[in-house]
Nanobody, 116 residues
Framework: QLVQSGGDLVQPGGSLRLSCLAS????????VSWFRQAPGMEREFIIG????????HYTDSVSGRFTISRDDAKTTAYLDMNGVQPEDTAVYYC???????????WGQGTQVTVSS
């Protein structure tokens, strides 16, 4: 399973770190991505990291502001959010996916609200 933490109310221009703790599977063999779902919108991919090359893929909306990282020793992935804006308000989800057999896990979601 994946257990998320770190969601909060943050002011525009502020920073926040979300964490995603994995257990019950071989975390190091899974690709990690982050998604978000704003009110009334579909869940969307925002950022992910290749397992072998560690190259990062992201949408234009978070380019230069959000960073994904992982610590396999702690079986934890992170989403660092900088320069957040009100349009970043959403429920954020982490996903771990195995490219070999297609198995995937989702975090429970964590609310991030950007408001002054």
């Amino acid at each position: 399973q994946l257990v998320q933490s770190g969601g909060d109310l943050v002011q525009p221009g502020g920073s926040l770190r979300l964490s995603c703790l994995a257990s019950g599977f071989t975390f190091s063999s899974y690709v990690v991505s982050w998604f978000r779902q704003a009110p009334g919108m579909e869940r969307e991919f925002i950022i992910g990291m290749d397992l072998s090359t560690k190259n990062t893929h992201y949408t234009d909306s978070v380019s230069g502001r959000f960073t994904i990282s992982r610590d396999d020793a702690k079986t934890t992935a992170y989403l660092d959010m900088n320069g957040v804006q009100p349009e970043d308000t959403a429920v954020y989800y982490c996903q771990a996916r195995n490219l070999i057999d297609g198995a995937q896990y989702w975090g429970q979601g964590t609310q991030v609200t950007v408001s002054s």
